[in-house]
Every structure is written in C-alpha cells, then in structure tokens.
Nanobody, 123 residues
Framework: QVQLVESGGGLVQAGGSLRLSCAAS????????MGWYRQAPGKQRELVAT???????NYVDSVKGRFTISRDNAKNMVFLQMDSLKPEDTAVYYC?????????????????WGQGTQVTVSS
C-alpha cells in the first residue's frame, strides 16, 4: 500500500555533511509524523529525529545542533541534513512514516519503514 524510498547515503570524512531524502508513495491519505532512525552494527535501532505534520521536531541528544530534519508535505518527503558528521554516526539510516490511508471506505493508520541507506563516516 505504502512505500518509502531513501536516498543520499554514502561515505564522507569526519566533519563533512550528507543530506538524506525519503519519499513516500502509494495510497496515502495523510502522513502524520515522519522520522529517521539508525542502526549501527551490533547495536539496536535508535531514534535520530522526528517531525510532525505541523513541523514540530525532536532529536536524540547526540545529534542536536548537527542534524536538521525537515519535510515537504506536498511531496510526502522527509529530509535529514547531517553536518559535522562523526565516525560514531556511521550506521544504516531508516526512514519511518506514520501513514493514514484508505482501502475502499475503510481508513487505516500504520507505520512504514524504508529499506535503509548506509552512512559511513571515516576518521
């Protein structure tokens, strides 16, 4: 019903920047919150940043002041601008969206994940 596709990952040196993008498509009525999570090898997936449909944001302490989340509601997209990257930011980054959609006359609300994009920061 709904697909999320991330792009923008890659290899960057410490102190550099990357911009991740995530596009949602499918039978979408509305998207509530959107967010970015990451999972480093051997670690659990953790929240990086979230943004509501109204633009309210939330960040994990370790990225505050370095990462900026934004969204384009008209295009069903969310972005993560990552500046001053550190080696400990290395992880697979996943996009998440809380979506309301209709199937016939019935409405549903569910969470969806993208396939992930690798971010590697070298020291």
């Amino acid at each position: 019903q709904v697909q999320l596709v991330e792009s923008g990952g890659g290899l960057v040196q410490a102190g550099g920047s990357l911009r991740l993008s995530c596009a949602a498509s499918g039978s979408i009525f509305s998207i509530n919150s959107m967010g970015w999570y990451r999972q480093a090898p051997g670690k659990q997936r953790e929240l990086v940043a979230t943004i509501t449909s109204g633009g309210s944001t939330n960040y994990v302490d370790s990225v505050k002041g370095r990462f900026t989340i934004s969204r384009d509601n008209a295009k069903n997209m969310v972005f993560l601008q990552m500046d001053s990257l550190k080696p400990e930011d290395t992880a697979v980054y996943y996009c998440n969206a809380d979506v309301t959609y209709y199937s016939g006359y019935l409405g549903y609300r569910d969470g969806y994940w993208g396939q992930g994009t690798q971010v590697t920061v070298s020291s």
